[in-house]
């Protein structure tokens, strides 16, 4: 699986992003997919995961109900939906996948990763 994460930008705080991933292959819908963060100085951090057929998300408690995740098997894409940003927010944010969604909830290491998007948050 190859993933390819695009979305990212400048924005104001408050203001809105959506990030997307897209993936290769024909067996998406086999694959939990997810987002995780790492901001400069910082140790990467999960942020939010959906699995396979999309009908279960998890996410870290820092962006519950301001980052939403999406999927549309058929496009083979994944998406993440940013409200409210924060400052704090700022990282480069990378999609994974993994055929487990367990490995998301467990903080395993994921099979498959996409490379970074920048999000800047400016206050």
């Known amino acids: 699986v190859q993933l390819q994460a695009s979305g990212g930008g400048l924005v104001q705080a408050g203001g809105s992003l959506r990030l997307s991933c897209a993936a290769s292959g024909r067996t998406f819908s086999r694959y939990a997919m997810g987002w995780f963060r790492q901001a400069p100085g910082k140790e990467r951090e999960f942020v939010t995961a959906?699995?396979?057929?999309?009908?279960?998300?998890y996410a870290a408690e820092s962006v519950k109900g301001r980052f939403t995740i999406s999927r549309d098997n058929a496009k083979n894409l994944v998406y993440l939906q940013m409200n409210s940003l924060k400052p704090e927010d700022t990282a480069v944010y990378y999609c994974?996948?993994?055929?487990?969604?367990?490995?998301?909830?467990?903080?395993?290491?994921?099979?498959?990763w996409g490379q970074g998007t920048q999000v800047t948050v400016s206050s």
């Open positions: 959906i699995s396979g057929s999309g009908g279960t998300t």
């Open positions: 994974a996948a993994d055929p487990n969604y367990s490995t998301f909830l467990l903080a395993g290491e994921c099979d498959y």
